[in-house]
């Protein structure tokens, strides 16, 4: 299974799980559905992979980061380029 499909698989899974905000789904969803666009980029999409899957809403709540914010989420789309209204 290729990157690409299990950024989908995540998404669909930590969002029915009621981690990944319904928001930023359809975001993730166009990286995983055109990988066309990013395979130069692969590496990103991994982490953002990684990021997806130990996503937690308080990352930044305590004195020890833990997992990823969707801060760091926020990031790894402008790398590949993903510009999102709500994220100046």
């Not at 928001?23 to 990684?50: C, F, G, K």
């Not at 833990?66 to 209204?85: N, P, Q, V």
Request: net charge negative; hydrophobic share 40%; glycine share 4%.
């Amino acid at each position: 299974m290729s990157v690409f499909e299990r950024l989908a698989k995540a998404t669909l899974r930590e969002n029915q799980n009621g981690e990944i905000p319904d928001y930023i789904v359809p975001h993730l969803l166009e990286v995983a559905q055109h990988s066309e666009n990013y395979t130069d980029r692969e590496w990103v999409v991994e982490i953002l992979l990684m990021q997806v899957e130990d996503y937690d809403t308080y990352a930044e709540s305590g004195c020890c980061k833990t997992a990823f914010s969707i801060e760091d989420i926020y990031t790894s789309l402008a790398r590949l380029g993903i510009k999102m209204d709500f994220w100046a």
